[in-house]
């Protein structure tokens, strides 16, 4: 899909979740709200952004010790960047970003640290949906409708499908890549060139996965991604408290699960949209927001505020970054397409796959 198609369609899709988030709320009322919210909660909002992203980095370090030993300082540039991007680029291009920028600086296969950010995709993922199930269990406003049980149980399935085939590929890799290999040989429509550019594809993603071969790193990975997530659940309570506006440990651990399960979803730089519609999705039936104009005025309120607290911050340390290791947006850009085409283009690297 072109990057053209991309942003029209992630255009479309903010457009959508920015009409259904504030159709309905009245604009005066909203800007009575953010007039009188208590921002006095903001140094500690700050404060929680700052663990949450030193967390994260701790996490990537660990998920690189296939690679080598890294410090914090070393993979927050490339972290941050890529935070950066996903903020005022389309299409998650940030992620691109990320890796690019760390195979670049610390000369990696671009496709192995690509590997390891799925990687870490994965626990996140699997984290998130275990919160959103435990959540779910404590709210019965939510638990009660069909379309919301449905829907969690089907991303659950979905999610247990891809750990499956992840499981798979780690512990039988070569018997993976042979049945892949077989399974072009029965298609023979198919260009021979094309098998033999998976297959590489997959040889180098090998040494990204690697991690899962270690028991203990793997439970300290999942343990820091907990810490982590629930750092930003206290970031959801403090926007809401800032508004006035009291949830249960469970309301706010859904809130969590929502939100960043929604910023997956295709749509504009920054998911603008995206987290208002979940703060309502989540707090509409629990607080009874169609009922109360003025309560579903502060939780859009809240909405913005913790969206803008760390938008603002995050695209900006970002850009700091980008700047400090000698890139633009345009020159990134160009050149993730480039290394992109390169991968795809070139013949297995022995050294690359002996790293």
């Not at 090998?206 to 970031?235: E, F, R, Y």
């Not at 969590?256 to 987290?275: E, Y």
Request: a neutral charge; one cysteine or more.
């Amino acid at each position: 899909m072109s990057k053209t198609i991309s942003l029209v369609i992630g255009l479309a899709v903010t457009a959508l979740f920015l009409w259904l988030a504030f159709r309905g709320v009245d604009f005066a009322d909203l800007g009575s709200q953010l007039a009188k919210a208590d921002y006095r909660t903001l140094p500690l909002y700050l404060l929680a952004l700052v663990a949450f992203f030193v967390l994260k980095a701790y996490r990537w370090t660990l998920l690189l010790k296939t690679f080598g030993k890294y410090s914090i300082p070393q993979v927050m540039p490339a972290l941050m960047i890529g935070f950066m991007g996903n903020n005022i680029l389309p299409a998650h291009l940030g992620e691109f970003m990320r890796v690019f920028v760390f195979a670049r600086d610390y000369k990696k296969s671009y496709t192995a640290i690509l590997s390891n950010l799925i990687l870490e995709r994965i626990f996140d993922v699997v984290t998130i949906l275990a919160v959103l199930i435990i959540g779910l269990m404590f709210v019965p406003e939510l638990f009660a409708v069909t379309e919301i049980r449905i829907g969690a149980i089907l991303v659950c399935i979905a999610a247990a499908g891809i750990l499956a085939v992840t499981g798979i590929f780690v512990i039988w890799t070569e018997r993976f890549i042979a049945f892949t290999r077989w399974i072009f040989s029965k298609l023979r429509f198919l260009p021979t060139t094309l098998e033999s550019k998976v297959t590489h594809l997959m040889q180098e993603a090998q040494l990204g996965l690697k991690t899962l071969h270690d028991p203990w790193l793997t439970i300290q990975i999942a343990a820091v991604s907990i810490v982590h997530w629930m750092v930003m659940t206290a970031m959801f309570f403090l926007s809401l408290w800032s508004f006035g506006i009291e949830v249960t440990i469970p309301t706010a651990l859904l809130l969590m699960s929502v939100t960043a399960l929604g910023v997956i979803i295709p749509a504009a730089p920054g998911f603008f949209g995206t987290i208002q519609l979940a703060f309502l999705l989540v707090l509409t039936p629990i607080l009874h927001l169609n009922e109360q104009p003025a309560l579903k005025s502060a939780v859009v309120g809240a909405s913005i505020y913790y969206h803008l607290a760390q938008y603002i911050p995050v695209t900006l340390i970002g850009l700091y970054y980008l700047h400090k290791v000698g890139l633009s947006l345009t020159k990134v850009a160009s050149e993730i397409d480039h290394v992109q085409h390169e991968t795809l283009d070139s013949d297995p690297d022995p050294a690359v796959l002996s790293n």
